[in-house]
């Protein structure tokens, strides 16, 4: 059982910067595909990027892609998003996930931070 625990959510200005982190314990961290997704007010959960189990290789959404960033640390059990030029259409919940190489869905779920970029 793999727990995620995610932080560095605010309220931030339109233009600035934040870097989520999701911490993952309980598992073999390096075994997992990780996630990002959001959720607005209103709105069905989206996938915003992610990230394979060596780090080597990202993918996006497009509506964030250029701007955001996911990178991972084995090491350290953790996951990060960077999120730079920050739009108010960005605020939502940012939740996390991990998926087991190999399986089709993920597996795990962070309980979410808030994001609230205003104008």
């Known amino acids: 059982q793999v727990q995620l625990v995610e932080s560095g959510g605010g309220l931030v200005q339109a233009g600035a910067s934040l870097r989520l982190s999701c911490a993952a314990s309980g598992g073999t961290f390096s075994r997992y595909a990780m996630g990002w997704f959001r959720q607005a007010p209103g709105k069905e959960r989206e996938f915003v990027g992610s990230?394979?189990?060596?780090?080597?290789?990202?993918r996006y959404a497009d509506s964030v892609k250029g701007r955001f960033t996911i990178s991972r640390d084995n090491a350290k059990n953790t996951v990060f998003l960077q999120m730079n030029s920050l739009k108010p259409e960005d605020t939502a919940v940012y939740y996390c996930?991990?998926?087991?190489?190999?399986?089709?869905?993920?597996?795990?779920w962070g309980q979410g931070t808030q994001v609230t970029v205003f104008s």
């Open positions: 996930a991990a998926r087991i190489i190999g399986a089709g869905n993920y597996n795990y």
């Open positions: 990230v394979t189990w060596t780090g080597g290789n990202t």
